[in-house]
């Protein structure tokens, strides 16, 4: 079975902080894992996958197969920043996304 | 390029009435299709996805049902609607494959009253 654990609900950070979203996962294999992030009055919609490696937005999120996390992170927040965030995970050849219950985050000017 | 249409965006229905609720895609062509249940504190619970025309899976046991009658369309539906149906439901669509993207339309939000 896979699971994914976003123990934060709710998440406040002052501008120009540092910000950690945490994400961890339970699944027996080489998991494929996601950030989504739905912005108010939009869609839900990708922010960044584990295997692109890269900078989105000024997120990163690193896969620590030893912790199995994915946390999120951005070494300053923006007031734009302030959404709701899911992780996502998909087992290999798997056709279904597992999400966690989310993280609200709200950037304090 | 792709877009994914929902409607209808609000939908208000009394106890016990039926329920139709349709997704169509636009731009692409044999797309994995899913139906998800957004409710705060809860995260988004997948309900129903489908891989191609008339092939559906059910995710948890419900008083809900999915059909795929074309390549682009998925329609969620109920014979009798109960109250703990209402909440925000959200189509999605993908390509097959690994690592592939999830994109999302409006959603539309069911009160059972």
């Known amino acids: 079975a896979q699971r994914v654990t976003q123990p934060e609900k709710l998440l406040s950070v002052f501008k120009g902080a540092p910000v950690e979203l945490k994400c961890n996962y339970s699944?027996?294999?080489?998991?494929?894992l996601f950030w989504y992030v739905q912005y108010s009055r939009q869609r839900l919609q990708l922010l960044l996958r584990?295997?692109s490696r890269e900078s989105i937005k000024g997120f990163t999120a690193d896969l620590n197969k030893g912790e199995t996390s994915f946390h999120l992170k951005k070494p300053f927040a923006q007031e734009e920043d302030s959404a709701m965030y899911y992780c996502?995970?998909?087992?290999?050849?798997?056709?279904?996304?597992?999400f966690g219950t989310g993280t609200r985050l709200t950037i304090i000017p | 390029s792709q877009t994914i249409h929902q409607w209808p965006a609000t939908l208000v229905q009394p106890v016990g009435s039926p329920l139709s609720l349709e997704c169509t895609v636009e731009?692409?062509?044999?797309?994995?299709l899913y139906w998800y249940r957004q409710a705060a504190g809860r995260g988004l619970q997948l309900l129903f996805y489908?891989?191609?025309?008339?092939?559906i899976s059910s995710e948890v046991p419900q008083n809900l049902s999915a059909s795929r009658p074309q390549d682009r369309q998925f329609i969620l539906s109920s014979k009798k609607l109960l109250l703990s149906d209402s909440g925000f439901y959200l189509c999605?669509?993908?390509?097959?494959?690994?690592?592939?993207?999830?994109?999302f339309g409006p959603g539309t939000r069911l009160t059972v009253l």
């Open positions: 999605a669509w993908e390509r097959g494959g690994a690592y592939n993207e999830q994109f």
């Open positions: 699944y027996s294999g080489s998991p494929e």
């Open positions: 584990h295997i």
């Open positions: 996502a995970l998909r087992g290999v050849g798997n056709e279904k996304l597992t």
């Open positions: 731009g692409t062509s044999n797309p994995n």
């Open positions: 489908s891989v191609g025309i008339g092939q």
